[in-house]
């Protein structure tokens, strides 16, 4: 392929003002001192995170808290204010980001209280548990969790200048009314709740097609395992594979990779008419769009060369429930070697294909 230059801070690789100037945001609080050393995110991750469907406050808050630049007593401390550096709603332990915002006792009760029922663990870092958020790729998760830090910091500010008390019932019921407006339960049309059972579960092929469901799991250090189940109209396995490890740029891009290698491994089966399915919608939308400008489009446009392999070839897109087979394959990738299983699959994938295969009507 011809080289081509694309600006990495942005989704579709093209320069803005926006992305631009989040790129200097980023690159100045990382250089600060005065601010804590928040590792990087991924060009898909910051977009999950400002994409959330919360309100731009929520998000704002978040990022703030993200960047260490959020004051609590003891980044006031550090910068020489004499204030008591006490927690202001226990009293007991050092005021920090990560004490306030997740391990506080009243706030965990808080975190456990809301719809998402989190339980956060004793050690657990601000960052690694955005960093878990973020994995779940999921944009309702990662604005509840944004509106529950606001609704924390909101609930702090009252007892620090309202003399309030911090009450987990009433910073929970605070959540929710902040969250309303993009409760998924709330306020969708009969049509959107009939799409979404339509792709939740997986659905075998027409008779004659063999469906490949593909997948990545892309780590925090940016490495992937790939995975991929072929199945038949009958739901009967014909081959699984996994991949590991491949260090990528981002998620999304692991999936396009995950494609390129599921494309190639069935040229080499010999399967000619394939439909490849996918949970990554950001792929699912580049492969129908076809064309663009990002690093994305180069692997897409790999993937086209190689349909002259085959009779027949589509990419589908299945919610994450409906590709639970090729997700097993990539999350146990490091563990499975990269052995190509025809006809049968490892241990641990029977019982996901008898699910799938009892869940699905044959079309
Ligand atoms: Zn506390």
Known sequence: ??????????????????????????????????????????????CLFWKSPAFPRCKQLAWRVWVGAVPVRHSLRRRGLDIDPCCAICGVEEETLDHLFLRCEVVRATWFGTELGVRIDDGVSFHAFMGQVLQTRDKEVVAAVQTVL????????????????????????????????????????????????HTTRWRRPPRGRVKMNIDAATNQSKIAGFGCVARDYNGDILAAASLFPTVVLSATLGEALSLRWAMVLATQLGFRRVQFETDSLLLH???????????????????????????????????????SAADFMARNASSLSNVV???????????????????????
Not at 16 to 29: D, I, M, P, R, T
Not at 165 to 186: H, I, K, M
Not at 341 to 363: H, K, M, Q
Request: with cysteine; proline share 4%; hydrophobic share 40%.
């Open 285 to 323: 939308r580049a492969w129908k769009k076809r064309r663009g400008s990002s690093i994305l489009f180069t692997v897409i446009a790999y993937c086209f060369n190689l349909m002259h392999l085959f009779d027949y070839v589509d990419l589908s897109f299945v919610r994450r429930e409906g590709n």
């Open 341 to 363: 299983w025809v006809e049968e699959g490892p241990p641990g994938l029977t019982a996901i294909l008898n699910s799938d295969v009892l869940a699905s009507v044959p079309s």
């Open 150 to 197: 606001c609704a924390i910091w909101e609930a702090r500010n009252k007892v620090v200048f309202e003399g309030y008390e911090f009450r987990w019932r009433n910073v929970v019921s605070r959540f929710q009314s902040l969250v309303c407006p993009f409760d998924p339960g709330a306020g969708t049309t009969r049509d959107a709740g009939d799409r979404r059972a």
């Open 1 to 46: 392929m011809e080289d081509a230059l694309f600006w990495a801070a942005a989704q579709d690789g093209i320069y803005c003002a926006k992305s631009g100037y989040q790129f200097l945001q980023e690159k100045v609080s990382r250089s600060s001192p005065s601010s804590s050393s928040a590792p990087t995110l991924s060009e898909a991750q910051w």
